[in-house]
């Protein structure tokens, strides 16, 4: 436990490419993280990545498997979802905070409600209550006033949501790069921003 380990969660929206690319960030940043994923999650992994994870019997490689080095650095510590006994199902385990990316409008649900059935929802419920960082990364659409009202209500608990809406104004071209303007927006709330981010520059610096 170090109070800079990260924690990070998968969940079953569609968007898994943002919270694989945020889990090899943090591991090139050099922090050691905490990571649990959701069943739907896997069903999205394989869907939008080919990547074939078992949640009993997990192996970094199955995740990472464009990026077998970071999977190698030890730097990861799974949590099995149904795990309550983790450290990160307690508030005195130490974090620098949560991400949860891609957040499905059923864990939205489920932490805003205060449902506390996963160790996913026990872990933001924890980051919640002792005033850390939680981002939820939501991907929905359309969305419906009780999907509305949940976000709302995270938000006003203390979480930050940045919703998986890729920005164009940097004209990216690759879904790589695209993906990376959702990711930045992370590591910004997180004190870890990318030195090659795209950033907004006004009229007269803009190239
Ligand atoms: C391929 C696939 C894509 C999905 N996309 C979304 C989505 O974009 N947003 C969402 O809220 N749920 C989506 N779902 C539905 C959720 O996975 C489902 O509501 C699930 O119960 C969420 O559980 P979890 O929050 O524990 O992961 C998707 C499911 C699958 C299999």
Same mark, same amino acid.
């Given at each position: 436990?170090?109070?800079?380990?990260?924690?990070?969660?998968?969940? #079953?929206?569609? #968007?898994?490419?943002?919270?694989?690319?945020?889990?090899?960030?943090?591991?090139?940043?050099?922090?050691?993280?905490?990571?649990?994923?959701?069943?739907?999650?896997? =069903?999205?992994?394989?869907?939008?990545?080919?990547?074939?994870?078992?949640?009993?019997? @997990?192996?970094?490689?199955?995740?990472?498997?464009?990026?077998?080095?970071?999977?190698?650095?030890? =730097?990861? =510590?799974?949590?099995?979802?149904?795990? @309550?006994?983790?450290? +990160?199902?307690?508030?005195?385990?130490?974090?620098?905070?949560?991400? +949860?990316?891609?957040?499905?409008?059923?864990?939205? #649900?489920?932490?805003?409600?205060?449902?506390? =059935?996963?160790?996913?929802?026990?872990?933001?419920?924890?980051?919640?209550?002792?005033?850390?960082?939680?981002?939820?990364?939501?991907?929905?659409?359309?969305?419906?006033?009780?999907?509305?009202?949940?976000?709302?209500?995270?938000?006003?608990?203390?979480?930050?949501?940045?919703?998986?809406?890729?920005? @164009?104004?940097?004209?990216?071209?690759?879904?790589?790069?695209?993906?990376?303007?959702?990711?930045?927006?992370?590591?910004?709330?997180?004190?870890?921003?990318?030195?090659?981010?795209?950033?907004?520059?006004?009229?007269?610096?803009?190239?």
């Amino acid at each position: 436990m170090a109070a800079n380990d990260l924690v990070l969660a998968f969940t #079953g929206a569609s #968007g898994a490419p943002y919270g694989v690319r945020l889990l090899e960030v943090f591991l090139e940043s050099g922090r050691t993280v905490h990571l649990t994923i959701s069943p739907a999650a896997v =069903q999205v992994l394989e869907h939008e990545l080919d990547r074939r994870v078992k949640l009993d019997q @997990f192996n970094l490689h199955d995740l990472l498997v464009e990026t077998a080095a970071l999977a190698s650095s030890g =730097q990861v =510590q799974y949590h099995h979802y149904q795990d @309550f006994s983790a450290g +990160i199902a307690s508030g005195s385990f130490l974090t620098a905070g949560m991400v +949860i990316c891609p957040c499905s409008m059923g864990t939205a #649900g489920a932490i805003a409600n205060g449902l506390s =059935q996963n160790l996913i929802h026990r872990a933001a419920e924890v980051h919640l209550k002792e005033r850390r960082k939680l981002i939820l990364v939501p991907r929905e659409s359309p969305i419906h006033l009780i999907h509305a009202r949940n976000l709302a209500t995270v938000i006003e608990a203390g979480a930050l949501v940045i919703p998986a809406m890729p920005s @164009f104004y940097h004209r990216p071209k690759t879904l790589e790069e695209a993906v990376d303007t959702v990711v930045f927006r992370v590591l910004d709330q997180l004190g870890l921003p990318a030195a090659d981010a795209p950033r907004w520059k006004s009229g007269e610096d803009r190239e």
